[in-house]
T-cell receptor, first 110, second 117 residues
């Protein structure tokens, strides 16, 4: 069966510091991968998606970037965090009909 | 653009009773999917049920059923025999095809369900 991992689970970072969040998927090959962000009390907003290694599409222009160095690895990065980057970051993988989410990373920027 | 509207910020239900969570959508796509996810306080998003726009029968998964009314653009979630563990946020979402054959999900703002003993 497929499983999706994210780390770290929680992160507190100062403004202006870099960020790297990692997502890995097991049990499937060449999955579509997604990064979503959930602001406090809100629904999810798609940030990036990837249909293959090195292929990244951005939905919202912002302070973040994504990379997919391996088939089942998806990384979310920032060179300098802003206060507005705080939120709950969820990685997901998709099959033909459904997207399945990881446990998420709660990021607080101070 | 795709849009999901969940008009109930909070809902309360007694244990063992049924509850309906409302969801209306707007899309110009001919083909799309409708989803419901559960988010407990731990934060994880748990997939509950899926309905394709061309599916004529309402989807069911255990105690969850999706009341799909295409002409009214509604996709309400019905939870039967509520349990205390059903207390959580519930999100409705619609899929939209994007470049490369991938699909993105557009989410509503959610409904907080509280099940009372």
């Amino acid at each position: 069966s497929q499983t999706i991992h994210q780390w770290p689970a929680t992160l507190v970072q100062p403004v202006g510091s870099p960020l790297s969040l990692e997502c890995t998927v097991e049990g499937t090959s060449n999955p579509n991968l997604y990064w979503y962000r959930q602001a406090a009390g809100r629904g999810l907003q798609l940030l990036f998606y990837s249909v293959g290694i090195g292929q990244i599409s951005s939905e919202v222009p912002q302070n973040l970037s994504a990379s997919r160095p391996q088939d089942r690895q998806f990384i979310l990065s920032s060179k300098k965090l802003l206060l507005s980057d705080s939120g709950f970051y969820l990685c997901a993988w998709g099959d033909t009909d459904t997207q399945y989410f990881g446990p998420g990373t709660r990021l607080t920027v101070l | 653009a795709q849009k999901i509207t969940q008009t109930q910020p909070g809902m309360f239900v007694q244990e063992k009773e049924a509850v309906t969570l409302d969801c209306t959508y707007d899309t110009s796509d001919q083909s799309y999917g409708l989803f419901w996810y559960k988010q407990p306080s731990s934060g994880e998003m748990i997939f509950l049920i899926y309905q394709g726009s061309y599916d004529e029968q309402n989807a069911t998964e255990g105690r969850y059923s999706l009341n799909f009314q295409k002409a009214r653009k509604s996709a309400n979630l019905v939870i039967s025999a509520s349990q205390l563990g059903d207390s959580a946020m519930y999100f409705c979402a619609i899929s939209h095809l994007v470049q490369g054959g991938s699909e993105k999900l557009v989410f509503g703002k959610g409904t907080k369900l509280t099940v009372n003993p």
